[in-house]
């Protein structure tokens, strides 16, 4: 069984920086992949960015790639989501995602992974 509890959630401004934090506790950190995924209200939750337990990243192309940054620390079993540029279609509810390793190189499939956590609210103002 693995834990994730997230933070570092909160209300800022457009333009502005946040760091979410994943900390993972269970089982061996090395062996999952982890992945962020977000969830707006009324809409679908969708996969932002993930890191797989072999250090590949990925990020969702439409509005991630180039403002988001995934990064993880094996020494606290954490995984990180950098959001830099932060735009008020931003806004959503963050979870954080874990899965067993696995050889599918796709971290989008939200039916996928296994383990969550309670998500962290992240608000953007305009």
């Known amino acids: 069984q693995v834990r994730l509890v997230e933070s570092g959630g909160g209300l800022i401004q457009s333009g502005d920086s946040l760091r979410l934090s994943c900390a993972a506790s269970?089982?061996?950190?090395?062996?999952?992949?982890m992945a962020w995924f977000r969830q707006a209200p009324g809409k679908e939750r969708e996969f932002v960015a993930g890191?797989?337990?072999?250090?590949?990243?990925?990020f969702n192309g439409n509005f991630a790639k180039g403002r988001f940054t995934i990064s993880r620390d094996s020494t606290k079993n954490t995984v990180y989501l950098q959001m830099n540029n932060l735009r008020p279609e931003d806004t959503a509810v963050y979870y954080c995602?874990?899965?067993?390793?696995?050889?599918?190189?796709?971290?989008?499939?939200?039916?996928?992974?296994?383990?969550w956590g309670q998500g962290t609210q992240v608000t953007v103002s305009s």
């Open positions: 269970g089982r061996t950190f090395g062996n999952y992949d």
């Open positions: 890191s797989r337990w072999n250090g590949d990243s990925m």
């Open positions: 995602a874990a899965r067993i390793k696995t050889l599918n190189p796709s971290m989008a499939v939200k039916s996928s992974f296994n383990y």
